[in-house]
């Protein structure tokens, strides 16, 4: 026995031992979301049959030398309100194992990756929003020279989480992407003004053909170029891709191709920014099952070119999201600051920023179809052919000044047009679909001697009308006020009020109370209160929330 | 038997003593993962080896995010005095997507910050740090350590973040 127990130590101390000298780095997060709801018949919230919720996510990452491994656990039990039908139970997410040096990085697993910028592939996670389309498979990133990265991935993607296990979509995706940034590379290029990098991507899908009745391509690929140039003060970048034919649920089973261009121009300097984008699509849709539909198992990534706005009634009520099939879209942007110590810019400058984005519909011909002939392609389209229905404009403008060291403001004005019948975000009758609001928001902070401080928010949302009446909920007033009252403590409250629904029993206040407490990396924060329905949206992709009454506990954890 | 055992044992013993003063320097602070990302002029940085000499703060935010705005405009103000006195250099990193990316140079041009900005558009460095959401700022030493984060921003944070900044940069002047 002694024997036995003086053996097995023999064998664990250096093991011990060596684990501690390469201990390695291990780091994470961890994200827990409980709800409580209740039943509010005003707004139409429902309770819940288990009348709580809760969503968990821990993140753990491992690095050792070259080594590196991670893993994540979700727990569903059941999922919070308005997240997607499909995540449930828990289990193992996500989890990958690899090695990366200088020169190579080999990853087996889950993995999460951007071509370019996205138009052809990309492989990302938003837990706020339910969405993941990570890769499960291999991918080798190749720096065999500096300023050059080559990258190879296979695999198939995540389509969703039931019963705490990761369901895969039907199609393997397959890809690589090469850049070269010439400045790098080129000697004679190293300190020349201009500074240029090029890329290229090509992915592929294949996907069984499961329609018995028609002859589907069951391999579809999707390619594309890129530049990317500086001179001076002058930016200017641009990718364009081509899809072969992928008829789809989303596109109704044509065999056209498709195509998208995104060209951004911009110029700075210190205390003033400008950007000119422009962006052209059609049939852009490229997922690993042709009968997904909304966000699932998307490959690409097909930006809304707009603003990403941030105060609730402009965030929430009316947003955009991107239309697969096909848009023509603009977007200015211009920042600029009055110099310090100027009459208007004051003792700490004042911030003046303008946003412009128009999107429309991508024309369609189809006078040189001939609807018989057996191709399938059922129009032609050309880039930057716009047609005439408007699908979104955004007209804003912002000032902000800070007056002392301790007093600041932000005025905003808004002015949002979105073709409902296209970015759908609720039920209208008005025939064009065009829901036109103005909004306004003055925002004020203040910081005490204490070192406590306040920040306060007033908001005012004008709709437009439509046979005498407004359209959608009607007019609505929001109000918020923040108070910190130390570096851990902080408590913010939130009315929001449809004042002009034309129902007048729809005329309700929404009172929402948080109590947060933050400690170095560790949050936590109580909620309780009315939430309306409305969009959630993070980087153009949206989802529905209900209406809700009840009580929020989120808690959120880095190491 | 018994006695080679022993023998196993005390050489075992001895390897794992020997082991011991190398783990010192590593036992339990986290160092900063590598990931490659590029900056606002293209060139790509090793988060792990940025080559700065002194502290380096490392904050994450968006042009989307109200206060990682609010965090940064503050200490803008602040940012020449912290340099002089700690060496500090402040890298913000942007986590915007394809949709909102070309906005970080506008928006850094006009409000002429001095930081170092990278681009994350697919959160490859986000994850790796644990950030749940933006800002989160993040303190990390001359050896590359990363002794002191906070998740959120609220007015007064900065003067928190300046005595751990001037912590550190003592101890790099020793």
Redesign the interface.
Known sequence: MKIRLLLAATLTLPALSFGQVGLGNFSGNIESNFQYLNEDTVISALQPPSKGLMNSYMNVFYTQGNFKAGMRLESYLPRIQGYPDYFSGTGVGMRYIGYANDFIDVTVGSFYEQFGSGLVLRAYEDRALGYDNMLDGFRAIIRPYKGIVIKGIYGYQRASFVEGRIQHGPGIVRGFDGEIHLNEVIAWMADKKLDVSLGGSFASKYQADDQPNLILPENVGCYGGRIKMRYNKFTFDTEYVMKGQDPSQDNGLIFNPGHALVANLGYSQKGLGIILSAKSTDNMSYRSNRNGKSQELLINYIPSMNKTHTYNLVASLYPYATQLLGEVAYQAEILYTIKKGSKLGGKYGTSLNFNYSTTHNSLQHTSAINPLDSTGVTYTSRLFDQGSTLYWQDINFNISKKFTKNFNMILSYYNITLNNNVASVTKITKPDGLIRSNIFVAELGMKFANKQSLRAEIQGLFINKYEGKPVDKGNWATMVVEYTFNSNWFMSVMDQYNYGNQYKDRRAHHPYVTLGYIREATRIMVSYGRQRAGMFCVGGVCRQVPASNGLTISFTQSF | ??KL??A??FV??G??LS??P??EN??SV??L??V?LVDL????INTAEMGFKGPIVISFWA????PCK?ELNTIQ?LYPDWQEETGVTLVAVSID???????V????????WDYVVLLD????FK???????VP?TFLVDTEGNIV?????Y????E??LYEEIKKIAVKGAN
């Open positions: 038997m018994k055992v022993f196993l044992f075992s013993l390897w794992t082991a011991q190398e783990t590593h036992s986290k160092q993962p590598k490659m002029d293209g060139k790509s042009t989307w995010c109200a609010r103000d997507d394809e949709k909102t990316k070309a906005q140079r506008v928006y850094v041009d006009g409000k002429a558009p697919n959160g490859d994850r790796a740090m644990g950030v749940n959401n989160h002191y984060s906070h998740n959120n609220a007015p007064g944070d003067e928190k």
